[in-house]
């Protein structure tokens, strides 16, 4: 038993977060991340008993946009933040690289992409985050056509007309999808 504990010295744990839903591909509708060290997530229970606690996503396939909306509070219903990716300008070559391999990788300093993180009850625009060019961040996205799912992670700051800024990490998605 000790040469198996000195032998995995080097090992490096999985950087999944048990914290967060998983993103593999299932479909489960659900998404979480890291906002400013505290966990955001949009279903309570685990992913054996239940789906996801929201709807799927809806868009278009091969159409020139993908928006994704996310629902998330705290696991104490505390504090509660929508985020919305938008990707506008998209080609037959994007759409082609979600689909294939690993997905696309989308960089938020990309003038498509625009990101907004809010409250979800404060509905006025300058309390809002968006995302910030000069800082790195970044969205994958993978879309499994045939079983109609959508999945992937995203990492990114944003600061509202205040300069207050939310530092989201670790975000995940695993969604349905259906044609709007």
């Known amino acids: 038993m000790l040469a198996l504990g000195t032998a995995c010295d080097d090992f490096i744990p999985d950087p999944i977060e048990p914290r967060l839903p998983f993103f593999g591909g299932l479909g489960r509708n659900e998404a979480g991340a890291i906002l400013n060290d505290h966990f955001f997530i949009n279903n309570p229970t685990p992913g054996f008993l239940a789906r996801g606690s929201q709807l799927p996503q809806y868009f278009r396939i091969n159409s020139d946009s993908l928006s994704l909306d996310f629902e998330l509070r705290t696991?104490?219903?505390?504090?509660?933040?929508?985020?919305?990716?938008?990707?506008?300008?998209?080609?037959?070559d994007d759409w082609t690289a979600m689909i294939q391999g690993f997905g696309k990788q989308f960089q938020?300093?990309?003038?498509?992409?625009?990101?907004?993180?809010f409250?979800?009850?404060?509905?006025?625009?300058?309390?809002?985050?968006?995302?910030?060019?000069?800082?790195?961040?970044?969205v994958t996205m993978k879309i499994l056509p045939d079983e109609r799912f959508v999945y992937g992670t995203f990492g990114f700051d944003v600061k509202n007309e205040l300069g207050e800024k939310i530092q989201v990490r670790m975000g995940r998605f695993d969604y349905q999808f259906t044609d709007y």
Do not use: C, M, W
């Open 119 to 138: 409250n979800r009850f404060d509905f006025q625009e300058e309390n809002a985050f968006t995302g910030i060019n000069s800082v790195p961040g970044q």
């Open 75 to 92: 696991r104490d219903f505390i504090q509660y933040r929508n985020i919305q990716i938008q990707l506008h300008g998209l080609n037959p």
């Open 108 to 117: 938020i300093a990309d003038p498509r992409i625009s990101i907004k993180v």
